[in-house]
């Protein structure tokens, strides 16, 4: 059966006192709504509408820039979560499938819940709701039971002294098949303490024509709506936990997880080192045995087995690391090929450049890749040596086992197993030193007496 995503992303998030459309802000390093639309991509949805309101053009570039396929549907004004998914009506025509409602501000919801909710739809029921069971129910909807069958959901606003005493509340996801949602949505009114279209009012509309419905729970940790900056960081702690534990999981070894940050779209292999105070950015895969030492940041870049990165360093987007390469402390690489078993181990800055395989870079050196307007590549073969504190000056080619002398600044192509000096000769003056050494003394001698 076809699944369709409707992601409800159109507030506005007054509470987090921003200028960014609430589904904007980041949690591991990705907009809560491509949490949502992330939660549901082991169902392959086979189309993905999102609902857009405030920020709207903001909200589709985002999409845009990660590559999220969906489609966008306007809702200019916020009417209510039913007239929400009302929208989406016409991005949905001619599908013929489940829908699933999520909320563009609640990032947790895990795959396998959503799987549990469409074996329920699989089982006969017309209208599935996710509920769970908080602490504290706070203002959330009432599911109203009726032994196995959901009857209605309240609102809080709407409800009743002894329907408030329900523990049983609504998290918003809803499944349902996609044409019978919008049935049933058309028939919700704004009859109620709000004055809005509540896509809660589905299910006694549902029941009132024969149809079923059923609640699937899940843990409260699933739920967690983000309004306010304080629940933000509290949502990033638990995103991060999450990933903490999933990499444990999944075979990499921490020396201090606590102190490793994961990105939403991180990819770490077994057998990994990850090592204390590490800081992954977004598209990071780091592939098996490799090891992450202390104090690196990465953005963007792909590890290659066996390699070792820092401690102390930085990869940027389109670092490229191959086998058992070595990048060391204070090195950064950004949209650059280091070739298998390369090393780039002291204080360098290697930028759009090719590396060859074994070839090895001396402490200090600079790939000039920027002339202040225009960027320009460094090719650097396999089996070279380039001395330290050397400037390759882009465009620039060296061969295949060629070598630079240390301190040269190299504005001109290195042959194949050519030598390449670009530096000023040395001069020995003797007896020179210790002439001036003598002379300033005698001058600060001079000084303190006067
Ligand atoms: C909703 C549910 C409530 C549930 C709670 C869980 C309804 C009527 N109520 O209440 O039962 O316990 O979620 O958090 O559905 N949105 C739009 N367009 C709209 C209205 C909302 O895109 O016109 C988006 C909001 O930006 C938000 C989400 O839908 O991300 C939920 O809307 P909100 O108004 O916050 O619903 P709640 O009052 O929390």
Not at 18 to 30: N, R
Not at 59 to 68: E, N, P, Y
Not at 289 to 300: D, K, V, W, Y
């Amino acid at each position: 059966m076809p699944t369709a995503l409707i992601v409800l992303a159109a507030g506005k998030g007054t509470r987090m006192e921003s200028d960014l459309p609430k589904v904007l802000h980041e949690v591991g390093q990705a907009p809560l709504y491509a949490h949502a639309v992330a939660s549901a991509r082991d169902l392959e949805p086979e189309r993905i509408v999102l609902i857009v309101g405030h920020g709207a053009d903001a909200v589709q570039a985002s999409a845009g820039a990660l590559g999220i396929e969906a489609t966008f549907a306007l809702q200019a004004e916020q009417l209510g979560t039913a007239h929400a998914v009302a929208q989406a009506r016409a991005s949905l025509d001619g599908f013929d499938g489940d829908a699933i409602v999520l909320y563009g501000d609640t990032p947790f919801i895990r795959p396998e819940t959503l799987e549990r909710m469409l074996a329920a739809r699989a089982a006969g029921h017309a209208v599935v709701v996710l509920g769970f069971q908080p602490d504290d129910p706070a203002r959330y909807g009432r599911l109203v039971m009726d032994g196995d069958r959901l009857a209605r959901i309240v609102e809080f606003k709407d409800a009743t002294e002894a329907e408030r005493a329900i523990g049983l509340c609504n998290s918003g996801v809803v499944a349902a098949d996609a044409q019978t949602l919008f049935n049933l949505v058309d028939a919700v009114g704004n009859d109620n303490a709000s004055g809005e279209y509540y896509l809660t009012d589905i299910v006694q509309i549902a029941n009132a024509r024969g149809l079923t419905a059923t609640v699937v729970t899940c843990d409260p940790s699933e739920t967690m709506g983000i309004d306010t900056r304080a629940k933000l960081v509290e949502a990033e702690a638990v995103f991060q936990a999450r990933a903490r534990a999933e990499a444990l999981d999944n075979g990499v070894t921490m020396l201090a997880p606590e102190t490793v940050f994961f990105a939403q779209d991180t990819h770490v292999g077994r057998d990994v080192v990850v090592e204390q105070n590490i800081v992954f950015g977004p598209g990071v895969t780091v592939e098996t045995g490799a090891r992450i030492r202390a104090f690196s940041h990465l953005e963007g870049c792909h590890v290659s087995s066996g390699a070792v990165i820092g401690p102390y360093a930085r990869l940027r987007p389109g670092a490229e690391i191959g086998n058992d390469a070595r990048i060391g402390n204070f090195v950064e690489v950004k949209a650059s090929e280091i070739g298998e078993g390369a090393k780039v181990n002291h204080l360098s800055y290697i930028g759009d450049a090719t590396v060859g395989e074994r070839s090895n870079i001396g402490a200090g050196t600079v790939t000039c890749n920027y002339d202040g307007v225009f960027k320009h590549r460094t090719t650097i073969g396999r089996g070279v040596f380039i001395g330290s504190d050397t400037m390759l000056v882009a465009p620039v080619t060296i061969g295949d086992d060629a070598m630079t002398a240390s301190g040269s600044v190299i504005t001109e192509d290195v042959p194949v197993g050519g030598l390449a000096l670009g530096r000023a000769r040395q001069v020995n003056k003797p007896g020179l030193a210790r002439k001036l050494f003598d002379r300033l003394r005698a001058e600060k001698d001079a000084k303190k007496k006067g």
